[in-house]
């Protein structure tokens, strides 16, 4: 046998095990897949599937006489959307503001705005068999908000929730 003959065969049985890894994952049930974010120094999450698209905080214009929570606007793409700054209205000490800062947006059919992250972590796949329900420690308006904990103490926001809430609704 020759090198590049043999280097085919480990090439196929590496191949193959991993094939095999992989469905054993997909196999263990369903996954959430969700863009991870800090808020406070703690970390959060939103599934994908509320989420438009993540963009940087940039030419941010307040708007007086809205709740304190509502940071104010800004222009996408020529649409404007109203930024929410989720610490404010979850009550979580304030950080101020840095270029870390980015704005999730979240969407639905009859709701779309931004809220303000600290900053992005990247996106992940969570185990819906892995989220807990609850914790003790999250209290208040966070708690009304909550799908679920991970056990590395990721804390899964519910984007339906968020975008179908008549709270966050400024008229």
Not at 129 to 157: E, F, H, W
Request: aromatic share 6%.
């Amino acid at each position: 046998m020759n090198s590049s003959e043999e280097k085919t065969g480990i090439l196929r049985e590496r191949a193959k095990a991993l094939a095999k890894q992989s469905k054993g994952i997909e196999g263990e049930g369903a996954y959430l897949e969700v863009v991870e974010f800090m808020l406070a120094h703690e970390r959060y999450a939103l599934e994908l599937i509320h989420i438009r698209e993540v963009y940087p905080l940039k030419g941010l214009t307040p708007l007086p006489g809205t709740p304190g929570f509502v940071l104010g606007i800004i222009n996408v793409g020529g649409q404007i959307l109203s930024i929410i700054d989720i610490k404010r209205f979850f009550e979580l000490p304030e950080k101020g503001l840095t270029n870390l800062n980015k704005v999730i947006i979240l969407q639905s059919d009859e709701m779309e705005f931004g809220i303000l992250a600290d900053e992005i972590l990247g996106t992940m796949q969570i185990s819906e068999s892995a989220i807990q329900t609850s914790l003790p420690t999250l209290t208040g308006v966070r708690a009304d908000y909550l799908k679920g904990v991970t056990g590395d103490r990721v804390v899964i926001l519910d984007g339906g929730k968020l975008l179908s809430d008549e709270k966050i609704v400024v008229r």
